[in-house]
């Protein structure tokens, strides 16, 4: 799709991508919950260690819900480690901006036996050099849910319901990548300052992961289980080893939060967590 001269929207849109069949255990929910800090300050944190044991004797272990995004943010259940996924993909949007192209892509996630819908992931991506692919004088622009369109998230300028910080390991992208697939631009400080930074970064997927759980901790009181749907924007990258500082605000229902990087003073991440309800101790 980099190319305008093979660019045919029609066929990208009606394109068929093969499903693919993806499993997880316990160990690998254990491995991700580490990987975006759970217990990082606390090894017997009363609201985390539930994401990384058996506490109190429970059956599972429960699942953090950006652990969704690993098999690709709207959660439906994600309670029962050792399922088989089915990936469905599927173009959800197009859109011809001149100069380049705004590809929007749905995973739609199945139980393989049962069929049931565990959850759906969304993602915008925004291609350079891709447009001008428009056979009319109309630019070409194609979603699949137009009346519910993707839009920045308006932050607040009053002061947060509520604040949380916290630090990123020096190690963290190392042990968050054991998580995904391996990408040397978060390990290799050579592939790093190639791409134009100073050293390898952290994944823009585990910082949403750092601010999720704040949010859990702190409007959710612990449970994961409030959390009904997941959106974010990444805005610049954040180094191991940093401190983050996530700032919630509660609209209803809706946690509209930013995360910033407290030694640069810059926003790295934003967007809005949707509830189920609220917890009766706010």
């Not at 192209?101 to 739609?108: D, S």
Request: glycine share 6%.
């Amino acid at each position: 799709m980099g190319q305008t001269s093979e660019m045919n929207p029609n066929l990208d849109v009606s394109h068929k991508y093969p499903e693919v069949t993806y499993s997880y255990s316990e160990r690998d929910v254990i491995l991700y919950a580490l990987g975006v800090g759970a217990c990082a300050r606390d090894a017997v944190d009363d609201k985390e260690l539930k994401y990384v044991y058996h506490k109190d004797g429970k059956q599972y272990i429960e699942v953090l819900p950006t652990f969704s995004a690993l098999f690709a943010v709207t959660s439906h259940n994600l309670q029962l480690p050792g399922l088989e996924i089915q990936n469905r993909a599927s173009i959800s949007g197009l859109h011809d901006k001149g100069k380049a192209a705004i590809v929007e892509i749905e995973v739609e996630s199945y139980e393989k036996v049962s069929g049931e819908l565990l959850c759906t992931n969304r993602m915008t991506i925004f291609l350079r050099g891709a447009g001008g692919f428009s056979k009319s004088s109309e630019p070409y622009s194609y979603s699949k849910y137009p009346n519910h369109p993707v839009s920045a998230v308006k932050v607040p300028k009053t002061q947060p319901f509520a604040v949380f910080e916290d630090c990123t390991q020096p190690s963290q992208a190392l042990l968050y990548g054991l998580s995904v697939e391996y990408s040397p631009l978060h390990s290799d400080p050579s592939i790093a300052r190639i791409a134009g930074f100073s050293r390898p970064m952290l994944h823009g997927l585990c910082t949403l992961g750092f601010a999720v759980r704040a949010i859990i901790r702190c409007i959710c009181r612990g449970d994961p289980n409030m959390v009904k749907n997941i959106q974010a924007r990444f805005l610049l990258h954040a180094y191991p080893g940093e401190t983050l500082i996530t700032e919630m605000w509660l609209e209803g229902l809706r946690v509209i939060y930013q995360t910033k990087v407290k030694e640069r003073s810059r926003t790295v991440l934003s967007g809005y967590v949707d509830l189920c309800r609220l917890a009766s101790s706010l």
